[in-house]
């Protein structure tokens, strides 16, 4: 099994900047065999896609409202994701997902991963 806990999460003013993280861990657990994204969901709305980035880091993909405010990356070596999330609009407050594939290849897709943590609150206010 493969556990996933994110962080970071919290208030912010509009235009402010936060980092999220999502540590990895699990028994003969490879978190470099795994693609990661994040996804959001805000009340009274769907699960969508925020971003994800493939085993090694080298190709990511964004969702079109946060491109260019927010960026994905991973360290191998910690077995942990991030989001720095900057420009920050009230439109982002959402509890934040990170999720895990077990495949080298990311997606969009939410159904295609396989492990989700528990989410970590983010709240912008105007």
């Known amino acids: 099994q493969v556990q996933l806990a994110e962080s970071g999460g919290g208030l912010v003013q509009a235009g402010g900047s936060l980092r999220l993280s999502c540590v990895a861990s699990g028994r003969s657990f490879r978190f470099s065999s795994y693609a990661m994204g994040w996804f959001r969901q805000a009340p009274g709305k769907e699960r969508e896609f925020v971003a994800a980035?493939?085993?090694?880091?080298?190709?990511?993909y964004y969702a079109d409202s946060v491109k260019g405010r927010f960026i994905i990356s991973r360290d191998n070596t910690k077995n942990t994701l991030y989001l720095q999330m900057n420009s920050l609009k009230p439109e982002d407050t959402a509890v934040y997902y990170c999720?895990?594939?077990?495949?080298?290849?990311?997606?969009?897709?939410?159904?295609?991963?396989?492990?989700w943590g528990q989410g970590t609150q983010v709240t912008v206010s105007s």
């Open positions: 999720a895990g594939r077990a495949s080298f290849t990311a997606t969009m897709t939410g159904p295609a991963y396989d492990y």
């Open positions: 980035i493939n085993w090694a880091g080298g190709t990511t």
